[in-house]
């Protein structure tokens, strides 16, 4: 068909633009023949784009068989002979051959038509195989390049959380080229494929040469199936798929898929609920109004066009006449068509093709004016062009069509293209919708690239709430992904976090410990603050301790007043006096020496707290050695032969106190200023607690002044075990002695169980030895002499005293 209202003032004569494609097997298609016819008009009335000169053009329908597309090329050619390289034409007016959309077709005609150098403009997908320009020198791709397509599909699948996916490809360059592209772009985000189908599609047939087994669909457990290809894998894929009812699945899919689907196919019921990746463009002015005015009247050439009539609107074909139309529904259009058969909106193919005209037409007009440029004005009405002079125009051609978008015939320019996201709603079946949900712009800020509305999507038959496609369940927070040997990321298994670690997201790989001043709640999914705790005089332990040490504090208070209501009686003035008055003394300021250790702690208690507890126990010890050596002394001076009564005249036991005392200041006032204790935190101690202690500084300084008190306890022991049978009146060796086994005893069982214990605990328990140690030697040493001068007064006295020893000698 050509078409001519304008005539060109050089005698050029009307040119025509081939199309050559397959529009019968889907009237779908036949929006690329409306939008080709629909550009041509629109330039034709332009006066600024190819002014007096007329497009025109002829549409050849092709078949799926090698032959019959070589013999639509070679009839276009030369005419009604099938004679390679002859025409029966007196001249040839093509200028472009538009091909699509199979590319499998592109391939076929594009190897003849790069003998004769014709321009072959395809409209279908791009397809890097057919960008091979030592192959196909004269072909050029209106399809936009997919290089942002698998960031688009996987910002969808982190969008949703879907990480377990399924993918259907067809099998060669392009589809190995957006397997790996879609991989490398799922392992960054951590998105893992359940299996790969590709299906070989080598030959122009109707059926791929390999079949697909659907049982793999149906078997996956992912829930979400990626599928890539053009229209010829598209057509295989749903020859095998049509007799197989697919639910609960939802299709990602290329644009590929909405020219090729219709109603026929029992997948429908499948793809219902699919989203689909389109190639934005802008709305073409005008072209809704053109659809709307297209009659068989208006191109009565057009068969495809009658063929749309009589299938839509019930038409019938008058007897006499097999290309006239009668008894069709009056004032019929094709806006009043299905929309899954005929949709008014324009393709992405469509606009391809819009594309493709306006591409020649600009590319005629720039070798024209390049052609008066260089040709003398007299010579103007010679003017004569050949096809393949159109390339060089071709190669670099870029406009702005009247959708006000860039056009750019060079695919390394614009890798980026932006894609709307449609939802195809087929329920009840034949509804045909394609509703736009979202879209994707690569060139927008990191996480704001995908916009969707996920509220008017409408999933596939039998899925209710928004789908989930995993290979594991999520771990909740408070639990860390663990993925046995062997397995993808993807198949983990959720194990909860170790002791004071959180995890507070779901499927993380590593829980968080929490800070020292933090613990973990019992979810192990939040870390709470720590409270400061010490044995405080609020606690219960602080209380007993408290009131314990209050209580042997006032008993050593009590014996003391008793020994010095009687001081002048024989039991108090044995064993020297004054060493008894140090010793209840000493041990009333050892039963107050737990209050340094009770209350929160500061730098004066810390430092106080081992020093005075060294220095007070060391003179106790001390006195209690003093002591004994007194009963060994006073032993000695009434043996017949001893010339030592001067140690006892002169006091000598005495000096051992301030002697033993002011060694333990020294190893004291060492220890302070080397490294004296100072207050420190415990937060290992306890789960929820911060413990404020004291720290000892200088553990070696610490263990000097205990070893130093711990061999002063074991020598009083020694000294007293052997005085214990001494004979004496009031020989108290004895319960020195028993004083000290109960004095050593509670710190030999002391260091194991302190050095077991933590925290606050291991304060009370070093509490609870030193009152107990204190009360051993308060009760050995000073109940039994109370006893006497309580309650045996009589045995208290000279008197007594001789009544006892006469009632020994006579025993």
Not at 227 to 250: H, N, W
Not at 281 to 297: A, D, I, K, L, Q
Not at 425 to 432: C, I, T
């Amino acid at each position: 068909m050509v078409m001519s209202d304008k005539k060109f003032r050089y005698n050029f004569q009307d040119l025509e633009i081939k199309a050559m494609m397959k529009v019968l097997l889907n009237l779908k298609n036949y929006q690329i023949v409306l939008a080709m016819v629909f550009a041509i008009e629109e330039i034709n009335r332009n006066p600024h784009l190819l002014p007096n000169v007329s497009l025109g053009y002829d549409i050849y329908n092709i078949m799926f068989n090698d032959l019959r597309t070589l013999a639509k090329c070679i009839t276009w050619q030369s005419g009604s002979k099938f004679l390679p390289n002859y025409t029966c034409r007196r001249e040839m007016r093509s200028v472009a051959v538009l091909t699509g959309v199979s590319q499998i077709i592109s391939a076929h005609i594009g190897t003849l038509l790069k003998l004769y150098k014709y321009p072959q403009l395809t409209i279908g997908f791009f397809d890097p195989y057919l960008n091979n320009y030592d192959q196909f020198p004269a072909l050029y791709q209106m399809g936009s390049n997919d290089k942002s397509l698998p960031c688009g599909i996987v910002s969808l699948l982190n969008y949703f959380h879907w990480n377990w996916v399924g993918l259907i490809v067809s099998e060669g360059q392009k589809g190995v080229q957006i397997i790996s592209d879609l991989k490398s772009e799922m392992d960054k985000n951590r998105i893992c494929v359940d299996f790969v189908e590709m299906i070989p599609i080598s030959e122009v047939s109707l059926l791929p040469n390999k079949q697909f087994h659907p049982t793999k669909v149906l078997k996956s457990s992912a829930n979400v199936i990626i599928t890539y290809g053009d229209s010829d894998f598209l057509r295989g894929f749903l020859f095998y798929l049509r007799q197989t009812l697919v639910t609960s699945k939802v299709w990602i899919m290329n644009s590929e898929w909405d020219v090729i689907i219709n109603s026929k196919h029992f997948i429908l019921h499948s793809l219902h609920g699919s989203l689909i990746f389109l190639h934005h463009h802008n709305e073409v002015s005008g072209f809704r109004n053109f659809t709307r005015t297209v009659y068989p009247s208006k191109y009565p050439e057009d068969f495809i066009l009658r063929k749309l009539w009589f299938f839509i609107f019930n038409c019938s074909f008058a007897d006499d006449d097999c290309n006239t139309l009668e008894n069709c529904l009056p004032n019929a259009s094709l806006h009043e068509s299905p929309r899954n058969i005929f949709d008014i909106a324009m393709t992405e193919y469509a606009y391809n093709t819009y594309n493709a005209v306006y591409a020649v037409a600009h590319s005629l007009h720039e070798m024209f004016l390049h052609q008066v440029e260089v040709k003398p004005i007299r010579e103007m009405e010679k003017l004569m062009f050949s096809a393949w002079q159109l390339h060089p125009f071709l190669k670099n051609m870029q406009f702005t069509n009247p959708a006000q978008e860039q056009v750019n015939l060079d695919e390394k320019i614009n890798l980026k293209t932006e894609y709307d996201i449609l939802n195809y709603w087929n329920f009840p079946e034949g509804l045909g919708l394609k509703i736009k949900v979202g879209q994707f712009s690569p060139d927008g800020p990191p996480g704001q690239q995908l916009s969707l509305s996920e509220n008017m999507i409408e999933w596939a038959t039998g899925i209710t709430e928004t789908p989930q496609s995993v290979c594991s369940k999520s771990c909740d927070p408070g639990f860390r992904k663990s993925i046995p040997e062997g397995t993808i990321a993807c198949c983990f298994e959720c194990i909860p976090c170790p002791e004071n670690e959180i995890s507070n997201e779901t499927d993380v790989d590593q829980c968080v410990k929490c800070l020292d001043h933090q613990y973990a709640n019992t979810e192990r999914n939040y870390c709470l603050q720590k409270s400061m705790t010490f044995l405080d005089y609020d606690d219960p332990m602080g209380i007993v301790l408290s009131c314990m040490a209050l209580y042997f504090s006032a008993l050593s208070a009590v014996v003391l007043g008793i020994f010095v209501k009687q001081q002048d009686t024989p039991i108090v003035k044995a064993n020297n006096r004054t060493l008894s008055y140090i010793l209840l003394i000493t041990l009333n300021f050892c039963f107050l020496c737990p209050f340094l250790f009770i209350g929160q702690p500061s730098t004066a208690t810390c430092i106080l707290q081992q020093t005075t507890f060294g220095v007070l126990f060391t003179v106790a010890i001390s006195t209690v050695l003093a002591k004994t050596i007194t009963v060994v002394l006073a032993y000695k001076v009434t043996a017949p032969g001893r010339r030592i009564r001067w140690l006892l005249v002169t006091r000598a036991p005495n000096f051992i106190v301030p002697i033993c005392t002011l060694t333990q200041i020294i190893f004291c006032g060492i220890w302070l200023a080397k490294s004296p204790p100072f207050i420190d935190t415990d937060v290992y101690s306890e789960h929820e607690h911060i413990i404020m202690m004291c720290n000892k500084g200088s553990v070696t300084a610490f263990y000097c002044v205990m070893g130093y008190l711990g061999a002063l306890a074991l020598g009083s022991f020694t000294v007293a075990f052997l005085a214990r049978n001494l004979p004496d009146t009031f020989n108290e060796a004895k319960f020195l002695t028993f004083s000290m086994l109960v004095f050593c005893s509670v710190w030999v069982t002391f260091l194991p169980v302190y050095h077991s214990t933590k925290g606050k605990v291991m304060v009370a328990v070093e509490v609870f030895s030193i009152l107990a140690s204190s009360a051993g030697l308060l009760g050995c040493i000073f109940v039994p002499k109370c006893y006497i001068i309580l309650l045996r007064p009589e045995r208290n006295s000279i008197q007594g005293l001789r009544n006892k020893i006469h009632y020994r000698y006579k025993a």
